[in-house]
């Protein structure tokens, strides 16, 4: 059914292609009113199978069978809903190129008119073209590398990670990297146009090591620990500590955020100090073009010591999915007794929901692996979410197909983790 009405939204999308409400991925604000109409869509359908509105009577007078119906039909529309995230997100990142283009000209523009409205008085000097033609030659690589990219967000391809969020240690030595570039760019072009020997002399003893030891440093470090948090990253989700679940597409929120959308210190404390530091270093540039900026030891070490808490973060974030208990489901009014064939089990532990897979179509693959059937998680909604699964706890029906026993129960969680094994043991 919700496929079928997705076919008939791309119909009638289509029959209004390029006007006002476009829901086709034809234009470019297609996908994306398609998107936001599917979710909204799909709210409402939750919110009223929540109140109990719109369940067939076929199913109403049975609560395992109204809920197991609830749950397929949430699926399948989840699945819609999720298809066209997947559209929007990749014509996003296709129409992302020409905004980074215009940003990076944006840049240079203001460039020049600060260039222009400083030179009032002063008059026009050497450094201020040689500023402007590094700031032409790093805008038009940009470009460049805006175009070859521009599939995958422009100049902002390299630093989407391979879960398609902002990754915050490849912004950081993005940004160094970008600088300390520039930086060259903007001496070699005053070395350029120099003519007195006594100036190229001091524009070359500007480029040695004692000049800019802390802002190599400070390069070098960034650089590392944007290696190694991938290499840390890639390792955990391996050994099943960290569980990774891909983004629709990359927001700027990414860079201060954990997976899940909450506020991350390590990486909030990581942007801000090395943003205020990028600052002060583009500052003593400004003053002095005629070398590379000294940065103080003692703002260095501050530097250094924030990547080092954000790399100790990630070595701290993450953990197992974890099975403590399982127990069998009991309604008000029900009779204790064992688990049955047939009865619903109510599976404790930690980690079942990984971060940012709160989505509908995320929870739907859920699944509890009873002995050898694999049954899927069921959606139960209430209003504003699901009641069912949840990060601690999962409740699901033992299948006929189980036999009477001791059985194996197993969660594998919607990265592909698989929990630990706990026994139980099911009665006739």
């Not at 399982?326 to 929901?353: A, C, K, Q, W, Y």
Request: glycine share 10%.
């Amino acid at each position: 059914m919700a496929v079928q009405e997705a076919r008939q939204d791309a119909a009638t999308g289509a029959e209004r292609t390029h006007k006002g409400g476009c829901t086709c991925g034809d234009c470019p604000h297609g996908a994306r009113e398609g998107h936001r109409r599917a979710v909204a869509a799909f709210l409402r359908r939750r919110d009223e199978f929540a109140a109990g509105q719109g369940l067939p009577a076929a199913v109403a007078h049975s609560a395992s069978a109204s809920r197991q119906w609830v749950s397929e039909e949430l699926t399948q529309r989840a699945d819609a809903v999720a298809e066209r995230g997947r559209t929007e997100g990749e014509a996003w990142l296709a129409r992302l190129w020409p905004r980074t283009a215009c940003a990076v000209w944006g840049a240079v523009v203001v460039l020049l008119i600060s260039e222009a409205l400083t030179a009032i008085g002063a008059g026009w000097s050497h450094a201020r073209t040689a500023a402007l033609l590094a700031a032409l030659v790093t805008g038009a690589a940009l470009t460049a590398a805006s175009w070859f990219h521009r599939a995958r967000g422009g100049a902002l391809a390299p630093v989407i990670g391979e879960d398609n969020r902002m990754s915050t240690s490849r912004t950081v030595a993005a940004c160094w990297a970008l600088f300390a570039g520039y930086t060259v760019l903007l001496l070699a072009a005053r070395l350029a146009v120099a003519s007195d020997p006594a100036e190229r002399d001091a524009l070359l003893a500007g480029l040695g090591l004692a000049r800019g030891a802390g802002l190599v440093t400070v390069l070098a470090v960034v650089c590392g620990v944007a290696v190694l948090v991938r290499r840390v990253v890639g390792l955990r989700v391996l050994t099943q500590r960290l569980q990774k679940v891909p983004a629709h597409r990359p927001y700027a929120a990414d860079l201060l955020t954990d997976d899940a959308g909450r506020g991350a210190f390590a990486d909030l404390q990581y942007v801000a100090l090395h943003a205020a530091a990028l600052l002060f270093t583009a500052v003593r540039l400004a003053r002095r073009p005629d070398r590379l900026p000294d940065l103080p030891w003692g703002l260095a070490v501050l530097v250094l010591v924030s990547a080092a808490t954000y790399l100790a973060g990630k070595y701290a974030e993450g953990s197992r999915a974890v099975i403590f208990s399982v127990v069998r489901s009991r309604e008000p009014g029900d009779l204790d007794g064992p688990i049955r064939t047939g009865d619903d089990i109510e599976i404790r532990g930690t980690g079942f929901v990984p971060p940012g897979a709160r989505s509908a179509d995320r929870l739907a693959r859920m699944v509890v692996r009873i002995g050898p059937v694999d049954v899927h998680v069921p959606l139960v909604p209430v209003t504003g979410g699901f009641s069912n699964p949840t990060d601690t706890v999962l409740t699901v029906p033992v299948p006929a197909e189980v036999e009477p026993g001791s059985v194996e129960i197993q969660v594998v969680t919607a990265a592909g983790v698989a929990t630990n094994r706990c026994i139980v043991q099911i009665t006739e």
